[in-house]
Nanobody, 120 residues
Framework: QVQLVESGGGLVQAGGSLRLSCAAS????????MGWFRQAPGKEREFVAA???????YYLDSVKGRFTISRDNAKNVVYLQMNILKPEDTAVYYC??????????????WGQGTQVTVSS
């Protein structure tokens, strides 16, 4: 399984920005579709964004135009740039491998996540 370590979360005011990072180890990183998910208090974990190669990312509708997913295959890292943050973006954010073309995580293993809190 691919091991995952997320970082970059924090407390930010509405309208602010954060960049999350996820370092992956194990397996051949460049072959995986990588994604971000989030889980808000009292809610189920939901898909946020995914990227297969360097192109063709796809997003949850509510984050389109505000979030950008990218990856660095040389460093085995996937990023999530989050702009114009809203209080409803508050959640623990996780990365994972994704079944290509879907919003479904492809492994049951999850890292510890990183907390993002957006104040109004």
């Amino acid at each position: 399984q691919v091991q995952l370590v997320e970082s970059g979360g924090g407390l930010v005011q509405a309208g602010g920005s954060l960049r999350l990072s996820c370092a992956a180890s194990g397996g051949t990183f460049s072959r995986y579709t990588m994604g971000w998910f989030r889980q808000a208090p009292g809610k189920e974990r939901e898909f946020v964004a995914a990227i297969r190669g360097s192109d063709s990312p796809y997003y949850l509708d509510s984050v389109k135009g505000r979030f950008t997913i990218s990856r660095d295959n040389a460093k085995n890292v996937v990023y999530l740039q989050m702009n114009i943050l809203k209080p409803e973006d508050t959640a623990v954010y996780y990365c994972n491998t994704v079944v290509p073309g879907t919003t479904i995580p492809s492994q049951d293993y999850w890292g510890q996540g990183t907390q993002v809190t957006v104040s109004s």
